[in-house]
């Protein structure tokens, strides 16, 4: 789990876990559905998201809101463009309440750091992206490092890559825990397997 009830980390209560728990694994298994297809291993599209579905049905029948996912997208990037539209339509399809916040490639990065402080302080926000890549002229560090570990469904900001490694309760990179979250959602079966992982990033491949 993302964040356990025991956490203290975060200002996360303990109604707040479910939310924050499927903004992570919805983001996550979203983004990795493709590359595994194109591995050739056997997962239907629809394996991983009737299971969200189904649980955030669970919240409602319990009187409790949607979780609430947002995307920053910053200019016209085409590949970023249709990222953030196929995960707006895809967190729709399972019932969470999607926004995305659109600036021009214009906006400065003082502007961009006050919609952050923005999104943190939300209450109604469960977790967001900010999607790269961004402008040269903003620094996305400065970036990355203002957005609250407890909303970082992405699992870019330090705190997040410092639990990690120290095996505490944290969001984790979106590739790999996408990547396991379908295998075990779809009950593929990895015991004896030859993986070959190619890259090096901050995200795979480290």
């Known amino acids: ?85 196929s995960k707006e339509k895809q967190s729709k399809e399972v019932g969470f309440t999607s926004s995305v916040y659109r600036f021009p490639e214009s906006i400065t990065e003082k502007e961009l750091l006050e919609t952050i402080s923005f999104l943190n302080k939300d209450d109604e926000v469960d977790g967001y992206i900010v999607q790269l890549p961004l402008p040269k002229h903003i620094n996305e560090r400065h970036i990355l490092e203002a957005i609250a570990p407890s909303k970082d469904v992405d699992g870019f900001h330090p705190t ?19 990547i396991k979250q379908l295998l075990d959602r779809s009950n593929i079966e990895t015991e004896g397997k030859h993986c070959v992982v190619l890259g090096r990033s901050n995200i795979v491949g480290t």
């Open 160 to 178: 997040n890559g410092g639990r990690m490694m120290l095996g505490m309760s944290s969001y984790i990179p979106a590739t790999p825990y996408g």
């Open 1 to 85: 789990d993302a964040f356990p009830e025991d956490c203290n980390y975060g200002l996360i209560s303990e109604e707040d876990v479910p939310y924050r728990e499927l903004t992570s694994v919805f983001s996550k298994v979203h983004k990795n559905a493709g590359a595994l297809r194109n591995a050739g291993l056997p997962v239907e599209r629809k394996v991983a998201p009737p299971s969200v579905k189904q649980e955030v049905e669970n919240l409602l029948a319990e009187g409790k809101r949607p979780p609430h996912l947002v995307a920053v997208i910053v200019g016209n990037d085409g590949a970023s463009l249709s990222y953030v539209a």
